[in-house]
């Protein structure tokens, strides 16, 4: 309902216009990254699949841990979520290697 709405915002301390705003720079940030990183196109091989599976099995000692068949696709997925991790670290720490911030009294 609009009063459970306005009071959400309310309780976050925001107004319609600030939300909108926030959400807007959300949306350019991700269309940033995304042109300047293609995260989309991020694959897994089947080496990086079956290396992250062993290393979970691994870590899973004392477990029961499904076969690779059963398991395949939600492993695919971790190992291309890491690869996007890791691509918007390293450019998060280049574009803060390029920034020039003078903080002025």
Known sequence: SDAAYQQALQKQGMTEAELKTQIAQGLAI???????????????????????????????QGTTTPPLSKVQDQVKQLVISQKQQQQVAQLVQQLRAQANVQIVQ
């Open 30 to 60: 991700q269309a940033y990254v995304e042109a300047t990183l293609h995260l989309s196109t991020v694959t897994a091989s089947q080496t990086e699949i079956t290396t992250l599976y062993n290393q979970l099995k691994a870590q899973a």
